[in-house]
């Protein structure tokens, strides 16, 4: 059995920050060596990439290159998402995911950007 918990949503304004991070446990020992990600799903959209990270390669959507920043702690099987200069188009729900062939999602976190 494999858990994703995310925190760190939650509202903000234009222009600000928020920091998300998703904590991996589970009876998978291979998880280090597992991709991990972010996506989000706005009302009325399909869900998608955000930001993936597996081994030493990243890999943004275009939407949020040069704002949004993924960072991973293999020691805490962490990843986290620094969102800079969000936008209100930012606003969805985001979900942390592992894997790639065997996936595993969380459960979500809002993000509203709204003044």
């Known amino acids: 059995q494999v858990q994703l918990v995310e925190s760190g949503g939650g509202l903000v304004q234009p222009g600000g920050s928020l920091r998300l991070s998703c904590a991996a446990s589970?009876?998978?020992?291979?998880?280090?060596?597992?991709?991990m990600g972010w996506y989000r799903q706005a009302p009325g959209k399909e869900r998608e990439l955000v930001a993936r990270?597996?081994?030493?390669?990243?890999t943004y959507g275009d939407y949020v290159k040069g704002r949004f920043t993924i960072s991973r702690d293999n020691a805490k099987n962490t990843v986290s998402l620094q969102m800079n200069s969000l936008k209100p188009e930012d606003t969805a729900v985001y979900y942390c995911r592992l894997g790639t062939i065997s996936i595993y999602w969380g459960q979500g976190t809002q993000v509203t950007v709204s003044s």
């Open positions: 589970g009876s998978i020992s291979a998880i280090n060596f597992m991709a």
């Open positions: 990270i597996s081994g030493g390669t990243t």
